[in-house]
């Protein structure tokens, strides 16, 4: 990487957990001047706006969220055993960016507002959605998962059950919300599971 | 209602939406004198701060919504019924405060942030969840509900799939990921349900 590359992304970096914490009315450019030790120009060298800043955060605070939680591709195991490691590895590891999931947090944050956000957020929501139809999809190939399961739908339960969790884990300060809705879509698993051969 | 009580509860009803859509850093003041028709005094008059205001704003907003999505305690239902109705009108009857769930918008803007919103969320959030507890543990009690259930566990997968599926619904411009957790919450609640004597 070129020096400018460099302080680019460093920008990026500095600027992720301001944005992922306060959303973006809440992190100021001055905010991100205190963060990084930059003039407004030496911002401004590196993006056009804060909106294009907070558009590049998003995408890293998103792709360290999705490296820490998706376990990678392992065609050894069954589309059910990934479908369990990828909730304990929700229930688990924390987003490594401070202030809780991207994806959650840019949602309700540019819902009503920043469109260029809101495409953002909705395009990381889908292929998040897509990566777990498509376990269920084989699982149903494989005949290790019912063939009457519908994959968006037990996707969305999945995405809905665990960010409603993180929510109300990160108010109570207490893992227990995150523990519940492991054990609700565990058994749930279990019961679009077909016994194995 | 005495005529500054009138104007007070106005300015109130007036900033819910601007809160609940904006959040508390992206609503300004200026946004509230533009919606209000008023000078800063004017609101001054009547709250000491803008946090004072926007507490305000979120128990108008929090008390509309549990309006509307809470069915009134009606003793000659079952509590298999009431927690089935709960979701059906959480799925149907959207906050009628434009913005989505004020709690969920209040849990994601203030979990890092304003001490004072994210005190009263967590009260608004800790009252849902005992109201919920509540039906869960007379059902038990009435035999209409397996033993082994454990009320807060319940309560707080009801609320976590719910809220996770309007923040993907309110994303998708679709109700087909609140759909998808009605289907899901109701063949939990049938799972956990006595057979009636």
Redesign the interface.
Known sequence: MSKGEVTRQRIIELAAPLFN??????CSMQDILEATGLKKGGIYRHFSSKEGLAADAFRFSLSQAVKIRMPPPDPSRTAVERLREMIDHFVEKPSPI???CPI??T???A???NPVL?EL??EG?KSWRSRISQIVREGISHKEIRRDV?P??LA??I???????L??S???SSK??LN??R??LQE?IERVALPAN
């Open positions: 914490q306060r959303g973006f009315e809440g401070p202030g809780g959650l947090n949602a309700i944050d819902d009503d507002g809101r957020v909705w929501l519908e968006r739908a969305n339960t995405i809905a059950t665990l960010e409603g969790a929510m109300i990160r108010l109570e227990s919300a519940d809705a054990a609700s749930l």
